[in-house]
C-alpha cells in the first residue's frame, strides 16, 4: 500500500467521529436493536409425543412410593406427581443444593441411565421417624450423611428402583444396574449438561414438615430409543380408558327384568263369571324363567329372602339373550 493510501489523524478522528454518532441516533427497531445475544443453554424444547406415557408411569410411581415410605417413615406419606417436563441437564444441575444424594443406574434396554435425586433433608427425616421420631426438626447443614444415614440411603434407593422397574415393566421389561453414587452433582455425568433431559418429580410430604422431592431424570435420548414402545403404551391407555368409561356407563343402566310363576288356562265361560273371592288352582313348577326385554335369559326357583319372595337363579341361559 502506498503512502497516499494512509489516513492523516484529522481523518481517522473524524470517521471515529461519525461512527459514534450514527450509534446515537439509530432509531428503534433498527437492525442495531434487533440484535440480543442468545443461551442456547435456555433454548425452548419441542413437546414430544413419548412424555404422555411417562406422566401415566409417574403417576401409577407415586401411588407405589406410598407403600415404599410407609415402612421407613412408619407412617402414611402423601406423594404427588407433578407433570413430566423436558429441561436441559445442566439447568437442573445448577437449582441443585452442593449436597445431595444422586444415584444412577443403568436401565437397560434404555440408552444411558436413569437419575434418581433425593434431598439430604429427607433422609435424615426418615432415619428419625424410623427410629420414632417426628421427623419435624430444623433441618441442619449438610456436608456428608452419617452412617445410619448411609444404611438408609442405600435401602430406599434400591426400593425405589426396584419399584421404577415394576412400573416399567407395563410398558417392557428393563435391567437396572446400579452405576454410581454421588453427593455432588457435578460429577453426575447423566449426559452433557445441553443436553435435554426428563424430568419426574415426586413431591412427598412426612409430618407437617416442609414437603421434599423426589426427581427421577431420564435423558431424551434413552426415551427415544423406546419411543415406538410408549407410543403403543399411550394408545392402549387411552383405549383402555374408552373400554373402562363405556363399561361404566353401560352398568348404569337399568333394565326391567320379570318371572312368570304360572300359566293357568280356564274357558271363556270361566273367565266371563269370575267375581271376587273366585280362587283359580295353579301349580308352581320346579323352575320359572326369568325374561328381561321378552327374552329368556335365565332359570331359577322361587324362594324368600329377608322376608320378601325372591328368584334364585340355578341356570343361565344366554341363548335367548343374543
Known amino acids: 500500500m ?138 441442619r447443614k449438610f456436608n456428608e450423611f452419617t452412617a445410619t444415614e448411609e444404611r438408609l440411603l442405600g435401602r430406599i434407593s434400591e426400593a425405589l428402583i426396584d419399584t421404577l422397574t415394576e412400573v416399567w415393566s407395563e410398558v417392557m421389561t428393563v435391567s437396572p444396574q446400579l452405576l454410581s453414587r454421588e453427593t455432588n452433582t457435578a460429577y453426575a455425568s447423566l449426559v452433557r449438561g445441553d443436553e435435554p433431559v426428563a424430568v419426574a418429580r415426586f413431591t412427598v410430604t412426612l409430618g407437617q414438615g416442609r414437603p421434599a422431592k423426589i426427581d427421577i431424570l431420564y435423558p431424551v435420548s434413552a426415551l427415544r430409543s423406546v419411543e415406538n414402545e410408549l407410543s403403543a403404551k399411550v394408545h392402549d391407555d387411552t383405549s383402555r380408558t374408552a373400554r373402562q368409561r363405556m363399561a361404566s356407563a353401560l352398568g348404569e343402566v337399568r333394565i326391567q327384568a320379570r318371572s312368570v310363576l304360572a300359566r293357568p288356562s280356564i274357558s271363556m265361560q270361566e273367565l266371563l263369571a269370575l267375581e271376587p273371592g273366585d280362587v283359580i288352582p295353579i301349580s308352581l313348577p320346579a323352575q320359572v324363567p326369568l325374561l328381561v326385554s321378552g327374552r329368556l335369559l335365565a332359570f331359577g326357583s322361587i324362594g324368600d329372602q329377608e322376608g320378601k319372595a325372591a328368584l334364585r337363579i340355578e341356570k343361565v341361559d344366554r341363548s335367548g339373550a343374543r
Not at 404422555?52 to 410407609?70: F, G, N, T, W
Not at 406427581?81 to 444424594?101: K, N, T
Open 2 to 139: 502506498s503512502k497516499s493510501a494512509a489516513l492523516s489523524g484529522d481523518e481517522v478522528a473524524a470517521m471515529i467521529d461519525g461512527l459514534n454518532e450514527h450509534a446515537a441516533t439509530a432509531a428503534p427497531g433498527s437492525e442495531e436493536e434487533l440484535h440480543r445475544p442468545f443461551s442456547f443453554a435456555n433454548e425452548t424444547i419441542p413437546p414430544m409425543p413419548m412424555l404422555p406415557a411417562v406422566d401415566r408411569l409417574s403417576v401409577r410411581m407415586a401411588r407405589k412410593l406410598r407403600d415404599v415410605i410407609e415402612p421407613f417413615a412408619r407412617d402414611k406419606p402423601g406423594v404427588d406427581a407433578e407433570r413430566v417436563h423436558v429441561r436441559r441437564f445442566e439447568s437442573w444441575r445448577l437449582e441443585q443444593p452442593e449436597f445431595s444424594s444422586i444415584s444412577l443406574y443403568r436401565f437397560r434396554p434404555l440408552k444411558g441411565a436413569v437419575l434418581i435425586a433425593l434431598e439430604p433433608s429427607f433422609i435424615s427425616r426418615l432415619v428419625d421417624m424410623f427410629y420414632g421420631g417426628s421427623g419435624d426438626y430444623d433441618e
